[in-house]
């Protein structure tokens, strides 16, 4: 098995190259460590090896690994989030990517001490398997959060099928983009919406070409 460190060096490569490529600086993205499959301790080796950003996408293991790592940590909560569970984790994430529907605006304005930054998620494939609004929806969804002073919409984030076809990769990467301008042109000061999370493990290089900010990489990077 191959050692976090190196994992990381493979990937920071990857990311510069793909930067190169698109014209860009390895600066604009951010890798989050995505641990929801591996232990404390790993989560704890992929800290010491300078990453900053850690995502989880269970409240009970997010909750466990925050009890047991007291290293300075950006949280991100990245999966799907119940209502119910809203009050469980709300105070100690720092982003959340899956924000999808009213219910759950509602229930973090409710419950969240202070202002969080959310990312709305988009099906931009249309895949029936997939938690998100289609794009159309996800602009209309934006324009109705004005009162809710606890949610600040960062940006987008959605997850591309899991096909070998690139093209069809990259025209989700490239759809959510287009969604993220649109928003942007809006001006809405509760919806800066200039990140885009997207790319994971076997994509995140096209996803970066597309114009990803945030790349969530679990496989890659921690392991199985």
Same mark, same amino acid.
């Given at each position: 098995m191959t050692t976090i460190k190196q994992n990381l060096a493979t990937i920071t490569q990857q990311i510069e190259d793909a930067c190169q490529k698109a014209g860009r600086s390895a600066?604009?993205?951010?890798c989050i460590a995505v641990t929801k499959s591996v232990s404390v301790e790993r989560t704890q080796e992929a800290i010491d090896t300078g990453?900053?950003?850690?995502?989880?996408?269970?409240?009970e293991g997010l909750l466990h690994k925050q009890e047991h790592i007291t290293a300075p940590v950006v949280w991100h909560y990245i999966g799907s989030l119940q209502t119910r569970k809203v009050k469980q984790v709300i105070?100690?994430?720092?982003?959340?990517?899956? @924000?999808?529907? #009213?219910?759950?605006?509602?229930?973090?304005?409710?419950?969240?001490?202070? *202002?969080?930054?959310c990312f709305v998620q988009v099906n931009v494939s249309g895949e029936e398997s997939k938690h998100g609004l289609t794009p159309a929806d996800a602009i209309a969804f934006v324009k109705t959060l004005a009162a809710y002073d606890r949610i600040e919409v960062v940006? @987008?984030?959605? #997850?591309?099928?899991?096909?070998e076809d690139e093209?069809?990769?990259?025209? *989700?990467f490239s759809g959510l983009k287009e969604v993220q301008q649109q928003i942007c042109a809006l001006e809405l000061p509760y919806a800066p919406c200039r990140e885009l999370s997207m790319g994971m493990s076997g994509d995140f290089a096209i996803a970066i070409e597309e114009g990803a900010?945030?790349?969530?990489?679990?496989?890659?990077l921690v392991g199985e």
């Open positions: 600066t604009e993205v951010t990453i900053l950003h850690v995502g989880e996408n269970r409240p105070q100690t994430i720092d982003y959340l990517h899956s @924000l999808d529907r #009213m219910s759950l605006v509602e229930e973090i304005q409710k419950r969240a001490e202070k *202002t969080v930054k940006g @987008l984030m959605t #997850m591309a099928p899991d096909v093209a069809v990769i990259r025209r *989700t900010t945030f790349i969530r990489i679990g496989t890659a």
